[in-house]
C-alpha cells in the first residue's frame, strides 16, 4: 500500500482565492493522490475564480465560507456531514488585518484590528479543529499555514507576526487534545510565495529577494512543495507527527 495515497479520503480546503493561492497548490496536490475534496470561496466576488479551479478538482462540495458570518462555518461542515458522514483532514489557509494594522508598528495596533486578525487567522482554526473532530471517528489530520515570522522578527510583517505565533500555539494545543482521538494538528510554514494575499506585506519583493539570497538553496518555493508537504502530513505516512511546525522554505529558517 502506498503511504502516502489519499486514495478514499475525503478533505476540507478552506483559503483557495486565486490560481496563486497556497490552498490551491494543496487542493490540486490532494486531488492527484486520490482526495475527494470540498472547496470553499470568500464571497460571491471569489466565487467566479474559485468555482473553475474547484471544478478542475473535481471537488464535490462546493460553499461560501466567511468565517466572520455567524453560522457559515457551522452550515459547511453540516453539509459535510450530510453528504459524507465524515471527514479525513482540513486544511485552514486563511489569514487576514486590517491594512493599517498590517502595515503600522505591532504597538500601534488597534485592539479591533488586532482582535479582528486573531479571529480570522487563529481562532477560526480551533473552531474548524472542534466542528471536525465529531467527523473524525477513526482519526484524521488538521492543517494549517504559518510563517516564519512567528517565530522571529520579519521587517514589515508586523501585527501578522503574534497572530501567527498564536496560532502555532494553538497547534501544539489542538494537538495535545485530539491526540487521544487520532487526529494529528500541525502548521505547516513555507517561505514567502508570491501569493495576492502575500502581496498585501508592505515591501513583499524585498522579501522574496532576501528569501532567495539567504535561504541554503538559494531559490523560493512553490505551490508544489507545499502542496506536497501537506499530502505527505493527510496521509498515512504522517500518521505519527503531530503539534510540529513543519517548514518549507528551501531553508530560509535557519540563518539568522
Known amino acids: 500500500m502506498n503511504p502516502f495515497s489519499l486514495e478514499g479520503r475525503k478533505g476540507l480546503v478552506v483559503g483557495v482565492a486565486n490560481a496563486q493561492s497556497i490552498a ?23 466565487r467566479p475564480h474559485v468555482e473553475p479551479l474547484a471544478q478542475r478538482v473535481q471537488a464535490s462540495i462546493t460553499q461560501a465560507l466567511d468565517v466572520e458570518q455567524p453560522g457559515q462555518l457551522e ?11 465524515r471527514l479525513d483532514f482540513v486544511l485552514h489557509s486563511i489569514a487576514f488585518a486590517p491594512k493599517d494594522d498590517l502595515h503600522g508598528r505591532v504597538v500601534d495596533a488597534s485592539r479591533e484590528g488586532f482582535a479582528r486578525a486573531m479571529d480570522i487567522s487563529c481562532h477560526s482554526f480551533a473552531r474548524m479543529a472542534r466542528l471536525a473532530e465529531p467527523l473524525m471517528t477513526g482519526g484524521g489530520s488538521l492543517m494549517t499555514m504559518s510563517y516564519v515570522g512567528a517565530e522571529e522578527v520579519i521587517p514589515h510583517y508586523g501585527v501578522m507576526g503574534p497572530v501567527k505565533a498564536a496560532l502555532e500555539a494553538s497547534t501544539r494545543y489542538l494537538a495535545a487534545e485530539l491526540g487521544p482521538q487520532g487526529i494529528r ?20 519583493d524585498e522579501l522574496l529577494a532576501d528569501a532567495v539570497r539567504r535561504a541554503p538553496l538559494r531559490r523560493l518555493v512553490d505551490l508544489d512543495d507545499v502542496g506536497a508537504l501537506c499530502v505527505f502530513l493527510a496521509s498515512e505516512g504522517g500518521r505519527s507527527i503531530t503539534g510540529s511546525t513543519l517548514y518549507v522554505d528551501a531553508g530560509y529558517h535557519i540563518v539568522g
Open 24 to 46: 490551491w497548490g494543496c487542493a490540486q496536490a490532494f486531488h492527484a493522490a486520490g482526495a475527494e475534496l470540498a472547496l470553499t470561496w470568500f464571497n460571491d466576488k471569489a
Open 75 to 85: 452550515a459547511l461542515f453540516d453539509t459535510i456531514a450530510e453528504r459524507w458522514g
Open 185 to 204: 494538528v500541525n502548521a505547516v510554514s513555507p517561505g514567502p510565495l508570491a501569493t495576492r494575499a502575500a502581496s498585501g506585506i508592505a515591501h513583499f
